[in-house]
């Protein structure tokens, strides 16, 4: 039983378009991240949430948007994309904030051409 | 600012120990290990409150030293399924996200 499951894995598009990636967490976690690790593998956090509300932004273009419908699902939408955006984004949640174990997803691998 | 790791690879043998450094330039509340190994999602290891605890994981184990703002990881006795990528991620002290540093890799060879 998967614990925080994304999709899709792979995800190749053109440039100007607009995609998703669906997160979910069965582990009952309180707190939702989404990170993007980059072709020299640096990670970097984007969005994070507690209960549905966002508590981090970093600078990230308005063309990203996450969306957290309820607690266990954590979106992101992207649009008007760019072959800057071609990274593979994680979706990670933990129990409580940041000072819990965050459990990753597998990854999207996004590639834009 | 990112943490910075070093060194940035490292080539052991099955046995042989290892030590990774994480060092920041501002005031840290926790360090956090994660280890990822190629195509897949990073996985946790430790987290290392402030107050200088030890921490241990099989037989990997790490430090964290606040004062000095630096965390090490401890590759002890290491095994084939060490090898993967150690990322360190800090949380300042004055905020509530994770940085992580640029990475070290860890081959370890029969």
């Known amino acids: 039983d998967t614990a925080v499951s994304q999709t899709p894995k792979y995800l190749v598009t053109q440039m100007g378009n607009d995609k998703s990636i669906k997160c979910e967490q069965n582990?009952?976690?309180?707190?939702m991240y989404w990170y993007k690790q980059d072709s020299k593998k640096f990670l970097k956090i984007m969005f994070s949430?507690?209960?549905?509300?966002?508590?981090i932004n970093e600078t990230v273009p308005n063309r990203f948007s996450p969306k957290s419908p309820d607690k266990a699902h954590l979106n992101l939408h992207i649009n008007s994309l760019e072959l800057g955006d071609s990274a593979v984004y994680f979706c990670?949640?933990?129990?409580?904030?940041?000072?819990?174990?965050?459990?990753f997803g597998q990854g999207t691998r996004l590639t834009v051409v | 600012q990112q943490p910075v790791q070093s060194p940035q690879a490292v080539i052991l043998r099955e046995g042989e120990d290892a030590v990774i450094n994480c060092s920041s330039s501002?005031?840290?509340?926790?360090v956090h290990w994660y280890r990822q190994k190629h195509g897949e999602a990073p996985v946790f290891l430790m987290i290392?409150?402030?107050?200088?605890e030890q921490k241990g994981h099989d037989k990997i184990s790490a430090s964290f030293n606040e004062k000095k703002q630096q965390s090490s990881l401890y590759l002890t006795a290491s095994q084939l399924s060490y090898s993967g990528t150690y990322f360190c991620?800090?949380?300042?002290?004055?905020?509530?996200?994770?940085?992580f540093g640029g990475g070290t890799r860890v081959l370890v060879k029969p």
């Open positions: 990670a949640s933990s129990l409580q904030g940041v000072r819990t174990e965050a459990f």
């Open positions: 501002k005031a840290l509340y926790s």
């Open positions: 991620g800090t949380e300042s002290a004055a905020g509530n996200k994770l940085t």
């Open positions: 582990l009952g976690h309180d707190t």
């Open positions: 290392l409150l402030k107050g200088g």
């Open positions: 949430y507690n209960n549905k509300e966002l508590i």
